[in-house]
C-alpha cells in the first residue's frame, strides 16, 4: 500500500495546521514545535523519543499531548508502517480556550501526556474528519473549541521529559534567543560558547539538557520552523533555502524532509 499524506490548513483558522498519513515509514530526526501538538495512531506502532525513561511504544488508538518546545520523535518500527493523525496549535490559543472551558489554571500539562482512552480517540478522529471536510470554518472553530475545551488530561499517564528549556541558564537562554532570532546565523561553536559564558563542551551539555539538541541541530530545527511558516505563506521553495542560510536547494529539501516527513513542495501544496 502506498504511502500517502494530506495537511489542512484555513485562513480563516490561522491558529491551527492538520495533518493525516497513512501507511508511512518516514523517519524524523529530534525536533520541536512552538506550537501544542496533539496526535492519535491510527494504525500500527510508533516509537517516541524524547523521554526521560527512554523510547517509548505507542499503539494504535492511542492520543498523544506534546507541549510545545519539546524535543521528540515519533517513528515507526523498523521495516514497518503506521498511520496517524495530528494536530498543531497555537498555545496561546489552546490558553485561552482551556481557561474559557475552566475558569481557572493553565491549558494543557507542561509535559508528555499518553491516553489509551477509546473515546478520546474516537473524539479526535471525529474532529479530525470535520476539519478535512467541506464543512464552512465556523462549523470547524465550534468543534475545535469544543475538544479543547473539554479535554481532561490530568488523569492521564504521563511521559517525564528528558530535556526541559526550564532548565536552561541565564548564558544558554542568551544562545537560544539568538538562534531564534536568527537562525540564518553561521557562527562557530566558540562564539556561542562565549555568548553563554562557559566552554563549548558545558554548553553542548547544557543546552542538550534544556532543548534535547545540540546548538547546530536546534539552529536547524529554527530555520525549519520558519519555513513551513514561509511555505504557508507562499514563498518559494528555491528563495527560502538561499535565505534561511542552506547551501543549496537539495540540502534544504533534505533537512526538511528530515524534520516535517514531506517535501517543500508537498507541505505547501
Not at 479530525?128 to 499517564?157: H, M, V, Y
Not at 562564539?191 to 558545558?202: H, K, N, P, W
Amino acid at each position: 500500500m502506498s504511502s500517502t499524506a494530506q495537511f489542512w490548513r484555513d485562513p480563516n483558522l490561522p491558529y491551527v495546521e492538520s495533518r493525516r498519513a497513512c501507511d508511512s515509514r518516514a523517519n524524523y530526526k529530534a525536533h520541536s514545535h512552538p506550537t501544542v501538538s496533539i496526535g492519535a495512531v491510527d494504525r500500527g506502532v510508533s516509537v517516541f523519543s524524547g523521554g526521560a525513561q527512554g523510547p517509548t511504544r505507542i499503539q494504535a488508538g492511542s492520543v498523544v499531548f506534546v507541549p510545545a518546545d519539546c524535543a521528540h520523535a515519533c517513528n515507526p518500527l523498523p521495516d514497518s508502517a503506521w498511520s496517524y493523525q495530528m494536530l498543531h496549535l497555537d498555545p496561546r490559543w489552546v490558553d485561552a480556550v482551556r481557561e474559557e472551558a475552566q475558569q481557572h489554571g493553565p491549558a494543557l500539562l507542561p509535559q508528555v501526556v499518553l491516553s489509551h482512552d477509546s473515546g478520546l480517540y474516537q473524539a479526535f478522529c471525529r474532529l479530525n474528519q470535520l476539519l478535512f471536510s467541506c464543512a464552512g470554518w465556523q462549523d470547524k472553530e465550534a468543534a475545535l473549541i469544543e475538544f479543547i475545551g473539554a479535554l481532561a488530561t490530568r488523569e492521564q499517564p504521563v511521559i517525564a521529559l528528558a530535556a526541559d528549556p526550564a532548565r536552561a541558564s541565564a548564558g544558554v537562554r542568551r544562545v537560544m534567543d539568538l538562534l531564534q532570532r536568527d537562525p540564518q546565523q553561521t557562527g562557530p561553536l566558540e562564539y556561542l560558547a562565549e555568548l553563554a559564558g562557559i566552554s563549548r563542551y558545558q554548553l553542548i551539555r547544557a543546552f542538550r539538557a534544556a532543548t534535547g539538541m545540540t546548538p547546530h541541530a536546534y539552529q536547524l530545527n529554527q530555520r525549519i520552523i520558519q519555513a513551513r511558516a514561509s511555505l504557508q505563506a507562499g514563498e518559494a521553495s528555491a528563495a527560502l533555502a538561499q535565505r534561511l542560510g542552506f547551501a543549496d536547494q537539495a540540502h534544504f529539501q533534505r533537512v526538511f524532509k528530515a524534520h516535517v516527513g514531506v517535501t517543500p513542495g508537498l507541505y505547501k501544496a
